[in-house]
């Protein structure tokens, strides 16, 4: 389901329609998908370690927004369409960091304890499937409006996690969707184990 982003040869605008596509394939895995699963389905997990889907849309939740309010400080100040087709280039800091969220990276990423979602009993499943989707949309519309209105190559935001390192804004997105489709794989697996529940 989750198609993985190519960071050869990417420019502004090719970058805008990747991270529309992945954020309207987190939409679509929602609404048409975990919307269908009852509470015991999503908060279902093959051992107490692991996270549940509702406990993995949950941290999407709390990741997402902290992001999204860190690029929303990042101001655009100029437009300067000439700039949307220059290839895109990692920063130092940004590249290395968007890197290790890749879902292809198997190793496990240390997060933030305020970045751990509560428990899965703890869970409204509805609300949180619903405030999903809301942020879906609104990185979208975001995104857009960004990409329109000026040059977000020049834009730099301290990274919310690693709070010492700045990072270009271009890394700050690929940072937040190679960690959406790292989740919506974890994801995957569950609803295709064996001990998934039928219902």
Known sequence: MSKEIQL??????KISRQF?????QSLDLARLRLLQLN???????PTDSRWSIIECIEHLNLAG????KALKKATLKSKNEKT???PYKPGFIGGRLASAMHPHNK?????????N???AENIDTRETLKNFMLMQKEFIDFLKKSVENGDIHRSKIRNPIFKIFRMNFIDALMLN????????LQIEKLAKDTRFPKR
């Open 8 to 13: 050869n040869s990417l420019t502004q605008d």
């Open 20 to 24: 529309e596509s992945v954020m309207k």
């Open 39 to 45: 509470p015991s389905q999503l908060r279902w997990s």
């Open 65 to 68: 927004n902290i992001y999204l």
């Open 84 to 86: 949307l087709t220059r």
């Open 107 to 115: 190793k496990p990423v240390k997060m933030p304890q305020s970045f």
């Open 117 to 119: 979602p509560a428990s």
């Open 177 to 184: 969707l190679f960690h959406t489709q790292r989740h919506l």
